[in-house]
Nanobody, 126 residues
C-alpha cells in the first residue's frame, strides 16, 4: 500500500481559493488512481474528485464541477486539489485516497480505495 499525507487546508473566506496537496510514499505512485473525498460534521464521507493514473481522465462531483480542479505530478508523487469560489458548504475534512482504478462514470465510491491519508481541515467562512 501507499502512504498518503495531505496538506494545505486552513481557514478561507467564501469566494476564496485553497490548494490541497497529497504526497505519496513509494515508487509506485503512478500505478494508482487517486481521489479526493470530504466529510463534513454529522455527514457521510462524499466523493469530490478523482484522477486516473496518467492524469488523462478526471471526474468531479456535481457540487464542485467548474470550481475544483484535480491534478497530479507523478514525478513528485503528489496529487493536488485546486479549490476556487469556495462556499461555506465546502467546509469539511478533505481526504486523499489511492486505488487501483476508477469507475467509468463520474461518481467514485470510497470502498474502491484502499489507502487513505489522515485528512486536512478546510473551513470556509461566510
Amino acid at each position: 500500500q501507499v502512504q498518503l499525507v495531505e496538506s494545505g487546508g486552513g481557514l478561507v473566506q467564501a469566494g476564496g481559493s485553497v490548494r490541497l496537496s497529497c504526497a505519496a510514499s513509494g515508487r509506485t505512485f503512478s500505478s494508482y488512481a487517486m481521489a479526493w473525498f470530504r466529510q463534513a460534521p454529522g455527514k457521510e464521507r462524499e466523493f469530490v474528485a478523482a484522477i486516473s493514473q496518467s492524469g488523462g481522465n478526471t471526474f468531479y462531483a456535481d457540487s464542485v464541477k467548474g470550481r475544483f480542479t484535480v491534478s497530479r505530478d507523478n514525478a513528485k508523487n503528489t496529487v493536488y486539489l485546486e479549490m476556487n469560489s469556495l462556499k461555506p458548504e465546502d467546509t469539511a475534512v478533505y481526504y486523499c485516497a489511492a486505488g487501483i482504478g476508477l469507475r467509468p462514470f463520474g461518481l467514485q465510491v470510497s470502498t474502491d480505495f484502499g489507502s487513505w491519508g489522515q485528512g486536512t481541515q478546510v473551513t470556509v467562512s461566510s
